[in-house]
Each structure stands twice: as structure tokens, then as C-alpha cells.
């Protein structure tokens, strides 16, 4: 069945640093492939997401490029802020069922 | 305007007891969906809705039972309730069922059952 394996948190930054969030994926087909947010207490909202291989998505200083070859979605940002904390999850949506399937979520905590 | 809407957003209730959650979205989306979140953040569908009509059913206690009265709304409802349903649940909508299709999240649900 479809999967998305995601690094393992915390992660734990400074202000300013660059992030990297590593999501790759087992899917039936040519899924389509989402970051989503999750800010304390609230639900999860759209961040980016690409549709083909080679696309990259990109919101609010975040990017991520879909590669096939890796099967990764990797997520990036050049520098955090304070508001950037939050959970973040990749989630793909495959050709074969359509079903959406989530990452176990990455925490995000970022210090002033 | 919220978009997708769950009440309550707080639900503590004993084992056993009987209870619904109720979710309207008024953004004109053909499918509607539940998912279950556990206290380690972990996410997983339950059910979706596409223009009425049930098309995904998880592997899923049937003590959980969903209704959609009409397109814009889809509820939940959990009999015999047990410690193990202790969750968050969120109702989510999106523009129909495809491929490329984003997910929109009501607030969320936080159920606790003692």
C-alpha cells in the first residue's frame, strides 16, 4: 500500500537557520504530493503541494521538489522565524486508490 | 467565515456513553472526509464522502458510524465509546475526490473518554 516515511522529531533550530524536513514515499501510480502545517491547537492547512515529477511547490519562503527518482519530497526552508514552529506533515494522494495518505507528522520548534 | 466547521470542539464523556460530532463545510466541496489523530500526531483517514456516497472505509470499529445528510455536511457518530477513542478528530473537505485535490481542516474535535 501507499506510505510516507518522514525524519523523525523534534527539530530544533535557531532563528534564521535553514531547514531541511525529509519526506520520500512508496505509492501505486504517480501520486500527487502535499506538505501540510499544523499550527498548535488548530488543523492542518495546506503549505505547497506538486502534481508531476520535477515540479516544485513553494509557499511563504518554503519549497519542495518532486523527484521521482528518489521518490523524496524533501522540505526547505533558507530561514526560519519564530512563527515557522509548528508540525508538519507530507501526504500524498496516489493514482491507484486516491486515498490520502499522511507522514507522522515533523515538530518543528524554532528559538529566538 | 470558517470554511469547514466541527462542533464540539471539546467532548469529555464516560466509557459506554453514545456521541456525535457534527462538521459543516460552506466552501461547495463535493467530498467530505474524517480522520483520527492520536496523541502522537499520528493521522489516519476513516471515512470519506463523495457527493453523499460513502467511498472510503477504513479498517474502522463499526461503533463509528458517519452520516451526510447533504453534501455539506458529514457527521460522526460513536457508540460504546472506550478509553482507546481518546483523540482528535478532524473533518476535512475537499473540492471533489481526484488526484490533486487539497484537504481543508476544520479546527478539530478533541474527544477525551474516561
Known amino acids: 500500500g501507499d506510505s510516507v516515511t518522514q525524519m523523525e522529531g523534534p527539530v530544533t533550530l535557531s532563528e534564521e537557520a535553514f531547514l531541511t524536513i525529509n519526506c520520500t514515499y512508496t505509492?501505486?501510480?504517480?501520486?500527487?504530493l502535499f506538505w501540510y502545517v499544523q499550527y498548535p491547537g488548530e488543523g492542518l492547512q495546506l503549505l505547497l503541494k506538486?502534481?508531476?515529477?520535477?515540479d516544485k511547490g513553494s509557499n511563504k519562503g518554503f519549497e519542495a521538489t518532486y523527484r521521482k527518482e528518489t521518490t523524496s519530497f524533501h522540505l526547505e526552508k533558507g530561514s526560519v522565524q519564530v512563527s515557522d514552529s509548528a508540525v508538519y506533515f507530507c501526504?500524498?494522494?496516489?493514482?491507484?486508490?486516491?486515498?490520502?495518505?499522511f507522514g507522522r507528522g515533523t515538530s518543528l520548534i524554532v528559538h529566538p | 467565515d470558517t470554511a469547514v466547521s466541527q462542533t464540539p470542539k471539546y467532548l469529555v464523556t464516560q466509557m459506554g456513553n453514545d456521541k456525535s460530532i457534527k462538521c459543516e463545510q460552506n466552501?461547495?466541496?463535493?467530498?467530505m472526509y474524517w480522520y483520527k489523530q492520536d496523541s502522537k500526531k499520528f493521522l489516519k483517514i476513516m471515512f470519506s464522502?463523495?457527493?453523499?456516497?460513502?467511498?472510503i472505509n477504513e479498517t474502522v470499529p463499526n461503533r463509528f458510524s458517519p452520516k451526510s445528510p447533504d453534501k455539506a455536511h458529514l457527521n460522526l457518530h460513536i457508540n460504546s465509546l472506550e478509553l482507546g477513542d481518546s483523540a482528535v478528530y478532524f473533518c476535512?473537505?475537499?473540492?471533489?475526490?481526484?488526484?490533486?485535490?487539497?484537504?481543508?481542516f476544520g479546527p478539530g474535535t478533541r474527544l477525551l473518554v474516561l
Open positions: 466552501l461547495g466541496h463535493d467530498t
Open positions: 464522502y463523495n457527493n453523499k456516497e460513502l467511498i
Open positions: 505509492a501505486t501510480g504517480y501520486p500527487s
Open positions: 476535512a473537505s475537499s473540492r471533489r475526490w481526484g488526484l490533486q485535490e487539497t484537504q481543508y
Open positions: 506538486a502534481t508531476k515529477a520535477d
Open positions: 501526504a500524498l494522494i496516489s493514482g491507484g486508490s486516491y486515498i490520502p495518505t
